[in-house]
């Protein structure tokens, strides 16, 4: 059963990322991981191939400020985070892939937040 729900996550995301290559124009993607404790986002250029910026609430700045038991809170805060640090590596404008998660609870946190601190997608 665990199999065949990985398979189905796996479809999903990869229809969420040919929908993302379609409309991108170019623009780096904000890409969400989601653990049962844990988040992290990244922004990645596909075309180079490589992460322009990266935040995770692992992350001991983060870490320090988030009570274990806030999942939301910490996920907006790693959405601050990025957002500061795509901006601080020159990246005002991404395409936001969530994989395949649904755009809810930590994942909608992390999006909003980012927005907040000044991404726009």
Same mark, same amino acid.
């Given at each position: 059963?665990?199999?065949?729900?990985?398979?189905?996550?796996?479809?999903?995301?990869?229809?969420?990322?040919?929908?993302?290559?379609?409309?991108?124009?170019?623009?780096?993607?904000?890409?969400?991981?989601?653990?049962?404790?844990?988040?992290?986002?990244?922004?990645?250029?596909?075309?180079?191939?490589?992460?322009?910026?990266?935040?995770?609430?692992?992350?001991? #700045?983060?870490? %320090?400020? $988030?009570?274990? +038991?806030?999942?939301?809170?910490?996920?907006?805060?790693?959405?601050? =985070?990025? !957002? /500061?640090?795509?901006?601080? #590596?020159?990246? %005002?404008? $991404?395409?936001? +892939?969530?994989?395949?998660?649904?755009?809810?609870?930590?994942?909608? =946190?992390? !999006? /909003?937040?980012?927005?907040? #601190?000044?991404?726009?997608?």
């Amino acid at each position: 059963m665990a199999a065949l729900e990985h398979i189905k996550k796996q479809n999903r995301a990869k229809r969420t990322r040919g929908k993302i290559a379609r409309v991108s124009g170019g623009r780096p993607r904000l890409s969400v991981f989601r653990s049962s404790k844990n988040i992290s986002a990244q922004i990645i250029d596909d075309r180079q191939g490589k992460t322009l910026a990266f935040a995770s609430s692992l992350d001991e #700045a983060l870490r %320090k400020e $988030v009570n274990d +038991d806030a999942k939301k809170e910490a996920a907006a805060k790693v959405g601050k =985070a990025i !957002a /500061e640090r795509a901006i601080a #590596a020159g990246v %005002k404008d $991404v395409v936001f +892939d969530r994989g395949g998660y649904m755009y809810h609870g930590r994942v909608r =946190a992390l !999006a /909003e937040a980012a927005r907040e #601190a000044g991404l726009n997608f």
